[in-house]
């Protein structure tokens, strides 16, 4: 498979090297050349399959010869070694829990996978590549622990001072060995147009091998779709219309569930549930992208002013504002609703979600009023990733995991940095 860039001024290119260089020259996101539909059968006796058959069949066509299909096969057994669970919450709305991986967010899968791909390449490839990630929370630690170790990968995280939660920042600022943190005086979206500058500087990429670990990457970005297929084979013979809200940020996940719609996966429609970073909310009404700096919130990893993929979204809907418009709704909810939807998940349905799933939680029962579906909310984090806030508003001590405890008594080293210049010369030292 090849892949051409959005900006449609770069040269096509193999997976492998849209892998190693993350972002195209002309400095547009990589996009499949082709989608071609799964056999319906697929669709039809998913029940029987396990996620690997699931997740192979789905992503092979994006992937092979370059990697052989043994080590795909293999790739994919390694990143999905853990569950995703389809949880009911009630009658018209589940939960399908992405928090069972290393990190407790849905960005193990991508990392995990990216990294398998990136040290199969290396194995031929000579040259140290330095990954470069901009994190507003999960992506930070989950790329930390999926790369660790990885040979001849160097990892940069640069996250926003004071703008993820605690053991977010453990996470990503305790590991050591090939990864740094770089923490960075300003919002997310100043970490990732550093790291967008950074593809862009003749400086810095005549000396190195740089690309990216945000899902601007097809390689972070492409196994996101397993999600949307382990829904359906879960609740395929319970429900006939599914739709999905998705707590979106840098919207790659909604986007690859728009990939896996595209293979042919029934999908009734997408909602894109929001904090106060509202860009794709208010172009969905008045038809005008106006990507504007992030602000704080409680679900801070949606905390993305200017999404990445939703050129990708746009491209999937042949950039056209009515189709897209048949298949997405967005909806943007403030933190005191989130904490009240907290609230009452806990409260009404025994359930302990976390405040990107509570935002999703929301777009669903918006979605409800004037539709029919079953509808479900990806929880995306562990609620523990956000202990205070999710404590302070159901009044309830909640046991910590396993993976949190590990990384709770562990020192943050980080580096600080408050602008291009800063990133810069730490890559050239
Ligand atoms: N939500 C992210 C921000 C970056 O998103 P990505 O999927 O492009 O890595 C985070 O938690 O860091």
Avoid at 72 to 101: A, Q, R
Avoid at 343 to 357: S, T
Wanted: proline share 4%; charged share 20%.
């Amino acid at each position: 498979m090849n892949y051409y860039s959005l900006n449609k001024k770069a040269a096509n290119t193999t997976f492998a090297d849209a892998v190693v260089r993350g972002l195209a020259p002309d400095k547009g996101l990589y996009f499949p050349e082709s989608i071609t539909p799964l056999d319906p059968s697929f669709f039809e006796t998913i029940e029987d399959k396990s996620n690997t058959e699931i997740a192979f069949e789905a992503i092979k066509q994006f992937i092979l010869p370059e990697i052989p299909e043994d080590v795909l096969k293999t790739i994919v057994e390694e990143t999905l070694n853990f569950d995703f669970p389809v949880v009911e919450i009630n009658e018209h709305i589940s939960t399908l829990e992405l928090f069972h991986g290393p990190t407790m967010a849905f960005k193990d899968v991508g990392a995990r996978f990216m990294a398998r791909c990136l040290g199969y390449f290396n194995k031929t490839n000579t040259n140290d590549v330095t990954v470069l990630v901009a994190t507003s929370g999960d992506t930070g630690g989950a790329v930390a622990n999926g790369f660790l170790g990885v040979n001849g990968v160097n990892v940069v995280i640069l996250y926003p001072s004071g703008k993820v939660s605690d053991i977010q920042e453990k996470q990503l600022t305790t590991l050591g060995q090939n990864i740094t943190a770089l923490e960075v005086d300003g919002v997310f979206d100043d970490c990732q147009d550093m790291v967008k500058r950074a593809f862009m500087d003749k400086e810095l990429t005549s000396k190195m091998q740089l690309t990216s670990a945000n899902s601007i990457n097809i390689a972070r970005w492409l196994p996101q779709l397993f999600y949307f297929m382990f829904t359906y084979k879960q609740l395929k013979s319970k429900h006939k219309d599914i739709a999905f809200s998705v707590p979106s940020g840098n919207f790659g996940n909604i986007c690859a569930g728009m990939v896996a719609q595209k293979l042919g996966l029934p999908v009734k429609h997408f909602i894109a549930s929001n904090n106060a970073n509202d860009t794709v909310v208010n172009y969905m009404i008045s038809q005008t992208y106006n990507p504007k700096p992030s602000v704080q919130t409680i679900s801070n990893a949606m905390d993305v002013g200017n999404p990445s993929n939703f050129i990708r979204i746009q491209e999937l809907h042949n950039n056209d504002f009515d189709t897209l418009k048949s298949n997405l709704s967005s909806y943007s909810f403030s933190d005191e609703e989130t904490k009240a939807a907290l609230l009452e998940i806990y409260k009404e349905h025994n359930y302990i979600a976390d405040p990107h799933g509570a935002v999703g939680y929301l777009g669903a029962k918006k979605y409800l009023e004037n539709n029919d579906a079953h509808v479900v909310f990806l929880e995306t984090a562990h609620p523990t990733k956000f202990l205070d806030v999710v404590e302070d508003v159901i009044e309830k001590t909640v046991p910590l995991p396993s993976q949190i405890k590990a990384v709770m008594d562990k020192e943050k080293v980080s580096i600080k940095a408050s602008s291009y210049e800063d990133l810069k010369a730490f890559l050239l030292k």
